[in-house]
């Protein structure tokens, strides 16, 4: 039951001290200097208790408690250790505060002091004492802060879903800092020619770009396949539930060059790894990638070019070639549209040819200009 308590200040002004006690809660308690401001919350808080739709406890854990809480129930996710990495950082911040001491006004400074913060320098040590000295620390990006205050929200968010301790995420009230537009980035038709020859002399690097323009996989999908996952007869590579960056399964073409690639690599493979890109090759030699690519995109004059982009490049000419987005959608295994018109983008070229086609119907076309 409720007891509402007057109290008269120094200064003479009252003030009015509410308790509540009901059988399975704490006892809990608040001052209003209004007495009809003490007897509704002492209403509503009572008729929430006994409803079970109070939540007190967020006065009777911490942050600490929770994180422990979430990193049990969140261990099997593929972004945990970014996940884990992240709340390290929210403990420092809030390990030993109660969960109803973490505002949004709070979670907005600790934002601000993550973006301003340093993280490493710009650039290498170069073994000079002074060139060191003067060299600059970068600071996180707002994309990376948004990434640690996902983390942070998720969290809050399975207090308040999963565990009870909290009514409202925090989370959901603190502004986002602006997520950077995506990259515009893939290969010209003259530049895919350009790019194939200088991979050439590297048969494992030549293979894996082509896997990579032709099914628009992601870069740990390709280097990570094994040969049950490849069914050649049938031209199809299977990945897994699990797998892939979503989770999702999703079937990928074998096509043109890379099935004869292909075919011929399994003449040779190892019997002792099932992998399509062993990490050590039959004479016992390291293998890896980085540097070849890195020769070949000199060597062919390409530059501001990631490996991602070639997954860029096969959206792209799918949907130059008239592909839907749909079909799009499927091939990359992307379970929304607007990620593929991000990645979907048209050559200039191509942007001219639908003008083209566009005043031809309008009867607008005109004579062409003499070359």
């Known amino acids: 039951m409720a007891t509402i308590e007057k109290r008269v200040g120094s200064d003479g002004k009252p003030s009015y001290r509410v308790k509540i006690r009901v059988k399975g809660y704490p006892p809990e308690s608040a001052t209003f200097d209004r007495l009809t401001d003490a007897r509704e919350w002492a209403t509503r808080t009572e008729s929430d208790m006994r409803a079970g739709r109070f939540f007190g406890s967020a006065r009777l854990h911490t942050f600490n408690a929770l994180a422990d809480e979430y990193e049990r129930a969140a261990h099997d996710l593929k972004s945990f250790p970014d996940r884990r990495r992240h709340l390290m950082h929210w403990r420092a911040e809030f390990g030993a505060a109660l969960l109803n001491e973490i505002t949004p006004q709070r979670i907005a400074l600790a934002r601000d002091r993550l973006l301003a913060g340093s993280t490493r320098y710009k650039s290498r040590a170069t073994g000079d004492p002074n060139k060191d000295a003067a060299r600059v620390m970068g600071t996180r990006s707002g994309p990376t802060v948004n990434r640690y205050l996902a983390t942070l929200s998720a969290c809050l968010s399975f207090a308040v879903k999963t565990l009870g301790w909290l009514e409202r995420n925090p989370c959901e009230r603190t502004a986002k800092n602006r997520e950077n537009p995506g990259r515009v980035r ?86 002792h790894d099932d992998r399509v890109f062993p990490p050590v090759t039959l004479k016992g030699q390291s293998r890896s990638l980085r540097e070849g690519w890195r020769r070949a995109l000199l060597a062919a004059g390409i530059e501001d070019f990631r490996w991602h982009d070639l997954r860029h490049t096969a959206a792209s000419y799918l949907a130059m070639s008239g592909r839907s987005q749909v079909e799009i959608a499927k091939v990359l295994g992307h379970r929304t549209l607007a990620m593929v018109a991000r990645y979907s983008h048209l050559d200039p070229s191509h942007v001219v040819a639908m ?17």
């Open 186 to 271: 893939f290969l010209t038709e003259s530049e895919i020619p350009r790019l194939l020859d200088a991979c050439r002399p590297s048969p494992d690097l030549y293979l894996a770009v082509v896997l990579s323009l032709t099914t628009g996989a992601r870069q740990a999908e390709i280097m990570g396949l094994r040969w049950p996952q490849l069914d050649l007869s049938r031209r199809l590579i299977t990945l897994r539930q699990g797998a892939t960056k979503n989770g999702d399964a999703r079937a990928l073409p074998i096509s043109g060059e890379a099935g004869e690639l292909l075919r011929e690599r399994a003449k040779v493979r190892s019997l």
């Open 355 to 371: 003008g083209d086609t566009l005043a031809e119907k309008l009867s607008l076309a005109g004579r062409k200009p003499a070359a």
